[in-house]
Every structure is written in structure tokens, then in C-alpha cells.
């Protein structure tokens, strides 16, 4: 029995799904990873003061040993859980902006491209692409330019608080600059998703209506 040919369609879609369910995995882990952290707050959890003997070491409190590696796990935890959501995030918003460009341009890819080093994607330098114009009146074209100004906005922030990372060395040092662009990069995962999953509709909207300026009068998508 042969099997069916998937279109360009049927893998382009499967490959902008992917992206997003790779996103959500790793947002509920980041989110958990937090929790996690959170839980484990000296100023929350009280240490039992319980000493034990150990030949060698004179004592050792087992409690607050316990407490220490678990914070210093859970934080190492939500800072490699807080990376890899952000990078898929900003994956799967390049990567639906990409399909959706492309199928506006009557293009017909087959996946989405995206680079990749090692367990991370690489993020294009270019902003994602303004679409309101080939959009027309969707519904949505609105709330897509919105996110993509949100995460162009979020990204520069978190340039800032790359740029500023050494001032956390310095004991008391408070920068206000830093604590803004702090509190903006923290809504970058959470906006690019949003962005992935507004152009992820925005595709299938343009694909159900045949909406290219390409396609030929044979009714092909």
C-alpha cells in the first residue's frame, strides 16, 4: 500500500507546532523550576538546629547541608530552565513569523529553517518582520505588530542586563537602569510565545482562505 505524500502545508504547520510545544515544555519547567526555588527561600523555610557527630569533621548540621545544596540545585535549575525557555520562545516566534512570511510571499516551504548550536537554536539578528501590510484586515494583525514591538522591546532589555551583569558583584550597588531593564527582559519568553502562537494563527488563517499572491488560478495551496 503506498503512503500518502504530506504537502508542503501538512510539514510547514507540523514544524511551527513543534516549535510551540517545544516552547510550552520548557515554560512549565522554567515555571516549576521557580517554584521550586521559591519553596526553598531562607526567609521561608527555617533550619532544624540538630547537630549529628562526624569522626573527623566534628559535627554536621543535616538540616540546614540539606537546604543549602537543594537551593543551590533548584537555582541552578531555573537559571538553565529560564535560558532554554527563552531561547525556544524566540525560536518558535522567528520560526512562525517565517512561515507566515513566507506563505504571504507565495513561497512554499516545506519547514521552517532555523540554526542551531549545540542544545540551543540561534536566534536571527534581524527584528521579526512587520506583516500588517500583507496581513490585510486579519483580525489579528493588531495584536501580532503589538507583541512584536513587546518582544523587540524585551530583547533590548535584556541586552541591557547583559551589559550591566558585572554591577552584581558590587555589594549594594543599585542601578536603576539595571532594576527596569530586569523587570522587562522577565516577560521576554512569555512575549515571544505569544507572538509564536498569534502568527502560528495567522498562518492557518492564511492558508484555509488561499489567501498568496501566488498561487496559481488552479486552486493550489
Not at 537546604?67 to 537555582?75: C, P
Not at 548550536?117 to 500588517?132: E, H, I, N, Y
Not at 505569544?194 to 501566488?214: H, I, K
Request: hydrophobic fraction near 45%; glycine fraction near 8%.
Amino acid at each position: 500500500m503506498t503512503k500518502p505524500t504530506a504537502t508542503w502545508f501538512d510539514t510547514l504547520t507540523a514544524s511551527v507546532q513543534a516549535l510551540g510545544a517545544a516552547s510550552r515544555e520548557y515554560g512549565m519547567a522554567e515555571r516549576a523550576a521557580h517554584h521550586a526555588l521559591w519553596n526553598m527561600d531562607p526567609t521561608r523555610v527555617f533550619p532544624v538546629a540538630g547537630a549529628v557527630s562526624v569522626p573527623g569533621r566534628n559535627v554536621v548540621r543535616p538540616h540546614h547541608d540539606a537546604l543549602r545544596q537543594l537551593r543551590a540545585l533548584h537555582t541552578e535549575m531555573h537559571e538553565r530552565t529560564k535560558t532554554l525557555s527563552e531561547n525556544a520562545a524566540e525560536a518558535y516566534a522567528h520560526g512562525a513569523a517565517a512561515a507566515l512570511h513566507s506563505v504571504l510571499l507565495g513561497e512554499r516551504p516545506e519547514y521552517v529553517e532555523l540554526r542551531r548550536r549545540g542544545d540551543s537554536f540561534v536566534q536571527p539578528t534581524a527584528a521579526l518582520p512587520d506583516l500588517r501590510a500583507l496581513l490585510g484586515a486579519w483580525a489579528g494583525s493588531g495584536r501580532l505588530a503589538t507583541l512584536r514591538e513587546q518582544v523587540a522591546e524585551r530583547k533590548h532589555a535584556r541586552a541591557v542586563v547583559a551589559d550591566f551583569e558585572f554591577f552584581e558583584d558590587l555589594a549594594g550597588c543599585v542601578i536603576p537602569e539595571w532594576s527596569h531593564a530586569s523587570d522587562q527582559a522577565a516577560g521576554l519568553a512569555d512575549s515571544a510565545h505569544a507572538y509564536g502562537e498569534t502568527a502560528e494563527s495567522a498562518l492557518y488563517f492564511v492558508l484555509l482562505m488561499g489567501r498568496t499572491p501566488r498561487d496559481g488560478e488552479d486552486g493550489r495551496r
